[in-house]
């Protein structure tokens, strides 16, 4: 079946344009997180959704990063006035189970590259 | 706080040679233990976790890991690699709670040399 897909896979930014970045989960999956992978680190998390309900948005770095998923399916990471620190990988990953307890197994996209200039 | 560290940045290794990537945690209670496997332009993979229970774990690929609680550490292995095996590894952390957090080592790029 079909994975966790994302796009755009690569954009490029101005700084301080805004961007918006999608996930699909796996239909049917509860769970959905977000992950930034800066350059030559691991992921880092930054929110987690419940179907529609965002439950932790503690890893968001300012006020500038906001996420929603308002049917509980697919899910779009916004980042307002982009700065050079945003660039990034993000990455998302969907759980088929209704918690946000981490011994579910989270099924990752390919991420989005964003580069901001 | 969790943490993972991952001291090799970068191994080279020869095809059907063995391996194994070095991983330690710092956790106050038992930790969730995690290896995922990214290649590039792929997104991470799992190829296994610890909860409880047998201290060595299988997973795919021909994957497996031991928890040593003594040493805090879950450090991954392979009798003999293969030339797909090269890619970035990645051990994490995690806690059975509400919080959703997986904590992510720096990696270990691993190269396989023919």
């Known amino acids: 079946g079909a994975g966790v897909s994302q796009s755009p896979r690569y954009k490029v930014a101005k700084r301080g344009q805004d961007v918006a970045l999608r996930c699909d989960p796996i239909s049917g999956h509860v769970s959905l997180f977000w992950y930034q992978q800066a350059l030559g680190q691991g992921p880092e998390f930054l929110t987690y959704?419940?179907?529609?309900?965002?439950?932790?948005k503690s890893g968001l770095p300012s006020d500038r990063f906001f996420a929603e998923r308002p049917e509980g399916s697919v899910s779009t990471l916004k980042i307002q006035r982009t700065q050079q620190e945003d660039s990034a990988v993000y990455l998302c990953?969907?759980?088929?189970?209704?918690?946000?307890?981490?011994?579910?197994?989270?099924?990752f996209g390919p991420g989005t590259r964003l580069t901001v200039l | 706080a969790q943490s993972v560290t991952q001291p090799d940045i970068h191994i080279t290794v020869s095809e059907g040679a063995s391996l194994e990537l070095r991983c330690n945690y710092s956790y106050g209670a038992t930790p969730y233990l995690f290896w995922y496997v990214q290649s590039p332009g792929q997104g991470l993979q799992l190829l296994l976790k610890?909860?409880?229970?047998?201290?060595l774990v299988q997973g795919i690929k021909g994957f497996e890991a031991e928890f040593k609680r003594s040493q805090s550490s879950f450090n991954l292995r392979k009798p003999s690699v293969h030339w797909s095996d090269a890619a970035e590894y990645f051990c994490?952390?995690?806690?059975?709670?509400?919080?959703?957090?997986?904590?992510f080592g720096s990696g270990t790029r691993l190269s396989i040399r023919p």
């Open positions: 959704f419940q179907n529609e309900a965002q439950l932790d």
């Open positions: 990953a969907s759980s088929p189970t209704p918690s946000g307890y981490s011994t579910d197994t989270q099924y």
């Open positions: 994490a952390v995690g806690r059975y709670s509400s919080a959703s957090k997986i904590i």
């Open positions: 610890y909860f409880s229970g047998d201290t």
